[in-house]
Every structure is written in structure tokens, then in C-alpha cells.
């Protein structure tokens, strides 16, 4: 390893796992920003959630490891090929399993929620993991509208969106257990929670893919993650958009910028190539109202694409960073330098749960960080 990955990694460890703020990471090995792995925990045709879920768990204990910084778990709802519904309680599994890394939400969509619910989940999962918790926030669903319907009941989907800022101060009241005097939750209190006497709480973070959770992240002075992966024409707007929102604040002297990015790497491009197409069939479904389980390489590679199929497929594959280890680096290189990025968080979504573990693993190698059988583990 270079003297700068050294060097590198000792302000990482002397700021603890979580960085000096519980929020700003340190690059490991010669990676240009901090890498971190953002779980979808995805659910391959022949395959079990049970297996998937596993395979979370190896992936957060690698990614401890390797000197990845944070590991998150996406909400999803309604969808066959994920199995990540219910964010706090996986967080609470991996939390069991790992003893450094940091955990998170990427997100929770609160709008499907209470806010004291969340406040009481993840005031719980701090209480079991001190100081590694990351409360990420959405406002979209993670679903269709049907769904979403269901999720928060009759007459509030068509709201739900524009009560967000209300939610998220309403939440950060619970999280700090502040409301005024004469406020109707005055004695309402989140527990685990201040009540029970000084305590520490999770970062909040603002999530999105658009301009308004970037704006109001900048506001509020917030770390903001961005949904690079499934949004990319908007990357570079809806960050120029926080940065130059962004008000200093107790939380942060400067903007902090996440980027979610789709990254798999194989020990073949030909391989890579195989396991992405798998991703991108099943988003087509998804897209086309057909959701499902993610097929296998051999039913992706058979798919009698249609041309407005190809056409799809191709654009979603262009912003997905894939091929040998070398070659990933290299495209995380060049998406670090173009967007500023402070962060990258790594979304490998394919068939295999082998590949996706063996991906981060590949990625680690490439970035020379720490080897999994060194004292870190």
C-alpha cells in the first residue's frame, strides 16, 4: 500500500470507523473518495430471500474488511427481486454480525411511515450499535402507487410528498426529544431515546433523485446521497443544486455529497456483462409493470429483446460501471472526478449473490485497501 493510503488510513482509524463527524469517511488504499456498498439485497430466480439476506451479511462483513465505510439497505416494497422491505430490521441482523462498519438506511421512505415509528427503530439500532448508524431519508414510495396506497392508507398518497419537510422536522424533534413546552407530543417521547438519559443519535441524511431533496439537504445543512444509479442524467444538477444551497449548520461546515453508483466487477468483461444484463431485464420488467424474480445470465442472454427493449436496455447498461477490476476502477475514477463526488456507494446488482460479493471483494483489490486478513477484520 502507498504512504498516502497509510496515511490515509491512520486519520481513518484515529476518527474511528464512523469518520470524526459520524459522517465525512476517509479513502482507503489508493480509492480516490470513500467507497461504500449500498444493499439491495436482491433476489435471483432459483434463489431464496434467505439466501439473499445471508449474502448481506457476507457482504457487510467483507466490506468491514476491506475498509469500506458504510453499508446501507435500500426500502423496497411489493417487488419480487428485492427482499429489503423492511431496512431497520436487516440493520439490526447486520449489526449483529459486524462490529465496525457503519449501517444505514438508503432509505427510509418516510412518507410510508410515522415519524416517532422511525425515531423508535432507529434510536433501538443505535442502542445496539453506538455510534454506526446512518438514518437515510426518502420521500419517494420504494414502489408503485397501488402500493403506496396500502403502505400509508386511503387519501394520503397524494400528499404524502409535500408533507415531507413537516415529517422530517417532526422526526428530528422525536430523535432530540426537544418539542417546546405546550407542543401536543411535549411528552411524547422516542425510546430508546434522551429520555432515558444522554445518548447518542443517528446522522440524519437526505436521499433523492431529483432537485428537491438536494435543495432542502443544502437548506438544512444535511449530508445529501444522490441516486446516481437510476438517475443519472440528473447527477450533476441536483449536486451543483445542494452545493450551492448548502448552509452551514451544527451538522456540517461544508456540503457532503453521496453518489449511488452501479458498479460489478468480474474477472472477465464478458462475465461482467453477463450478470448486468440480468439487472437490466429486471428493471425493464419492473418498468413495464412485470416485476419478478432477477433472471438467470442464460434467460437475459436468450431475451428476444424488442427494439425499444435494446434501446432501454442499452441506455440503463451505459451507466453502469462494469467489466474487469481495472476497468471498474477506472470508470469510478473518471465519476468521482466528474461529479466531485464526496462519496461513492456501490450497488452491485445481479443474478449470483456470489458475483456481488465477489464484485466488492474485486473492487478492493483494484484500490489496493487494507486485505481482509489483516488485523481490521
Known amino acids: 500500500m502507498s504512504d498516502a493510503g497509510d496515511a490515509r488510513d491512520a486519520d481513518q ?218 438517475s443519472a442524467a440528473g447527477t450533476l444538477p441536483a449536486l451543483d443544486l445542494y452545493r450551492q444551497s448548502f448552509r452551514p449548520s451544527v451538522v456540517l461546515d461544508a456540503p457532503y455529497a453521496v453518489i449511488g453508483v452501479s458498479a460489478l466487477a468480474a474477472d472477465t468483461e464478458a462475465e461482467a456483462r453477463a450478470q448486468v444484463l440480468t439487472g437490466a431485464l429486471s428493471m425493464l420488467r419492473l418498468r413495464s409493470g412485470r416485476p419478478g424474480l432477477v433472471p438467470t445470465p442464460q434467460e437475459a442472454a436468450a431475451h428476444p429483446f424488442s427494439p425499444l427493449e435494446r434501446e432501454f436496455v442499452d441506455g440503463w447498461l451505459a451507466n453502469i460501471v462494469h467489466g474487469t477490476a481495472d476497468e471498474v476502477r477506472t470508470g469510478l475514477d473518471e465519476l468521482a472526478e466528474r461529479t466531485g463526488a464526496d462519496e461513492l456507494m456501490l450497488t452491485a446488482n445481479a443474478h449470483s449473490g456470489a458475483a456481488r460479493l465477489h464484485s466488492y471483494g474485486l473492487v478492493a483489490d483494484a484500490y489496493e485497501m487494507p486485505a481482509a486478513d489483516s488485523d481490521r477484520t
Open 13 to 230: 482509524d484515529a476518527g474511528g470507523q464512523g469518520g470524526r463527524d459520524g459522517i465525512r469517511g476517509t479513502a482507503r488504499g489508493r480509492a480516490p473518495v470513500p467507497l461504500s456498498v449500498l444493499d439491495l439485497v436482491t433476489v435471483g430466480a432459483g434463489s431464496t430471500a434467505h439466501a439473499s439476506l445471508r449474502t448481506s451479511v457476507e457482504i457487510a462483513r467483507l466490506a468491514e474488511s476491506r475498509g469500506y465505510h458504510r453499508h446501507w439497505v435500500a426500502e423496497h416494497h411489493s417487488m419480487p427481486g428485492v427482499a429489503s422491505s423492511s431496512p431497520a430490521v436487516i440493520l439490526a441482523h447486520l449489526a449483529a454480525h459486524t462490529s465496525r462498519i457503519r449501517l444505514g438506511s438508503g432509505g427510509v421512505m418516510l412518507p410510508n411511515h410515522a415519524p416517532l415509528a422511525v425515531a423508535e427503530q432507529f434510536g433501538t439500532l443505535e442502542a445496539l450499535a453506538p455510534g454506526r448508524i446512518d438514518l437515510g431519508l426518502g420521500r419517494a414510495p420504494g414502489t408503485d402507487g397501488r402500493t403506496a396506497a396500502a403502505l400509508r392508507g386511503p387519501g394520503r398518497l397524494d400528499e404524502a410528498a409535500e408533507e415531507f419537510p413537516r415529517q422530517l422536522a417532526e422526526l428530528t424533534r422525536f430523535l432530540d426529544d426537544d418539542f417546546p413546552d405546550g407542543h401536543p407530543y411535549a411528552r411524547v417521547h422516542a425510546v430508546p431515546g434522551p429520555v432515558q438519559g444522554p445518548a447518542g443519535r443517528p446522522p440524519l441524511w437526505l436521499l433523492g433523485s431529483s432537485g428537491f431533496s438536494a435543495r432542502l439537504a443544502g437548506e438544512l445543512g444535511l449530508p445529501f446521497a444522490y441516486a446516481h444509479h437510476f
